[in-house]
């Protein structure tokens, strides 16, 4: 048996493979923000055993634990190094923690670079390395998958945030434009500013990333011009990537991307590519990621079976 935990800011999920990494059962629960990381502790101290004696008859003993965690960590130590949105993780030894509750070894990775790992191995990056994974939603990451390495972690404290590229000197970083967050507070700024919009008609909470996109394929300026301005603010980003590392697919996921093909997709392969370096520009292959709410738990039980990050 293997084990795959997500921890997430909203959400807590843990799920039990078979030896040959296919998923058979998973739990969740929604994360009490008010009970902070100790909370989320005790709920896995809870449900970690309980599903390692219901599940040890089907799938065997269990041979290791890998986690995608929501946040900053120190990938050769399994700690945490803080939380941007619950309380509670600063320098916290999950590994330490699970290994010492399951007797089993444990291994932390951050949650894009986790769920990169699950894309590279069991979806839409199967077999093609290098490979980059983007996940767009509140906020932009990214993790890069290396042939025989697995995630590539950097000096140790993660690699690959995309997110946090500068769009010029001094400027907002990619995130502040190219996420769902960044593209609802860029469009509800202009309406703050007096644009007029189909926008206006609401609430400023109902000011989303769906509606700025119906807006957007209504034909409405204002939620046309915060779309493309998110896109290629990634499609910057992205295009850095190229340079540097040049993978050979570019894989997108998170909440954003499921606005679709059309909307989203298509046009952010036309941004990478016009802002790629010109050599690179005919090598870049976007896709959309094919896990879902699962791809971290495919990418933490990978990352089990992998047995730990190995330096590039």
């Known amino acids: 048996m293997w084990m795959g935990v997500e921890i997430g800011g909203t959400k807590l999920q843990v799920a039990v493979a078979n030896d040959a990494g296919e998923i058979g059962e998973i739990w969740r629960a929604t994360v009490d923000a008010g009970r902070g990381g100790e909370g989320i502790r ?9 599903l390692i004696a219901r ?10 634990i890998g986690v995608g965690y929501g946040g900053p960590v120190d990938s050769a ?9 619950i309380h509670g993780w600063e320098n916290i030894p999950l590994a330490g923690f699970l290994a010492d509750m399951a007797k089993v070894p444990c291994v932390v990775g951050n949650d894009a670079d986790v769920a990169g ?3 590279a191995e069991r979806g839409a990056g199967r077999g093609v390395r290098p490979m980059f994974y983007t996940t767009v939603g509140s906020g932009i990451g990214g993790g890069l998958i290396l042939e025989g390495v697995g995630i590539h972690p950097g000096a140790g404290l993660g690699s690959a945030e995309v997110g946090h590229l500068r769009l010029s000197p001094g400027g907002p970083i990619v995130e502040e434009i190219g996420s769902g967050w960044g593209m609802q507070r860029q469009a509800r700024k202009a309406l703050d500013a007096g644009e007029t919009s189909i926008l206006s008609q609401g609430k400023p909470e109902e000011v989303t990333v769906p509606a700025i996109a119906k807006a957007a394929q209504a034909g409405d300026a204002l939620a046309k011009r915060v779309l493309q301005d998110g896109i290629d603010a990634l ?5 850095q990537v190229m340079a540097i590392a040049c993978p050979k697919r570019l894989v997108v996921g998170g909440g954003v991307s499921l606005l679709g093909e059309e909307t989203y997709l298509a046009p952010l392969r036309e941004s990478v590519r016009r802002q790629t370096f010109a050599p690179y520009a005919h090598l870049v292959d976007l896709l959309g990621a094919e896990l879902g709410e699962e791809v971290v738990l495919h990418g933490a039980i990978a990352l089990a079976m992998l047995g730990r990050f190995q330096a590039g």
């Open 77 to 85: 130590t399994g700690t945490t190094i803080c939380s941007h949105q």
């Open 55 to 64: 599940f040890s008859g089907q799938f065997g003993t269990i041979k290791a």
């Open 235 to 239: 499609g910057f980003g992205l295009a």
């Open 42 to 50: 005790h709920r896995l101290a809870q449900e970690i055993p309980s």
């Open 117 to 119: 790992l699950g894309e």
